[in-house]
């Protein structure tokens, strides 16, 4: 008994060992730590301060220009009132453009989408570098007020589909 229990631990060592240490998968959930400070871990947010992302933003990537806005969001930052399931929020993050490779954010997007997640992900493909870096390119806003802007011209177009 005492031998399959050190087994069962060595196996579950060795596979968050392996686990942690393939910087090339897709869902890193590293990249997601400079975020749970905020969101927290699971990504409930944090009511009236910090806007929970679960599963609203995997709805937001479903939405006509949703994709663009996450990209834009965590590579410029978010400034405005917004408001999330009746509550309102006017805080500010900043962007990640200077800490954040393309890679990292394709990777943060992913883990977003796909873990922190509760419904069906199959419509959603992948968060690739080459696809942020393109958004990065043709969005125009730059800037955490610029995408509180974008974000108000999305949820008025997209209304109750909005999350
Ligand atoms: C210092 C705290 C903080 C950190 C760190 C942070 N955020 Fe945010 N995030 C916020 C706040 C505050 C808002 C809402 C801003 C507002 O009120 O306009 C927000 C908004 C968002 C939104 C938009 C939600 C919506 O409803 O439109 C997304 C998506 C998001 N954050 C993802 C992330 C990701 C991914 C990371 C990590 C790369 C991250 N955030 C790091 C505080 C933070």
């Known amino acids: 008994m005492r031998r399959v229990t050190i087994v ?3 196996v579950t060592a060795l596979s968050v060992f392996f686990f942690a240490n393939d910087s090339s998968a897709e869902y890193r959930g590293d990249a997601f730590a400079t975020c749970s400070a905020c969101h927290l871990p699971d990504g409930v947010g944090v009511p009236g301060a910090f806007p929970p992302i679960r ?9 006509d220009g949703g994709r663009d806005y996450l990209i834009t969001v965590v590579t410029y930052g978010l400034m405005g009132t917004i ?4 509550v309102q929020y006017f805080g500010v993050m900043a962007g ?3 800490s ?4 990292d954010i394709a990777a943060v997007l992913n883990y977003v989408v796909f873990e922190l997640n509760d419904n069906d992900a199959t419509e959603h493909e992948p968060f ?17 007020t610029a ?6 011209a999305l949820s008025n177009k997209h209304g109750d589909q909005w999350p």
């Open 96 to 98: 990640n453009a200077g």
């Open 83 to 86: 408001q999330v399931d009746g």
């Open 55 to 63: 599963n609203r933003a995997a709805t937001i990537a479903g939405l």
């Open 128 to 144: 690739t570098a080459e696809e942020v870096e393109k958004t990065q390119a043709a969005i125009a806003a730059k800037s955490p």
């Open 100 to 103: 954040m490779t393309p890679e």
């Open 147 to 152: 995408a509180g802007e974008l974000r108000k």
């Open 8 to 10: 069962a631990w060595a």
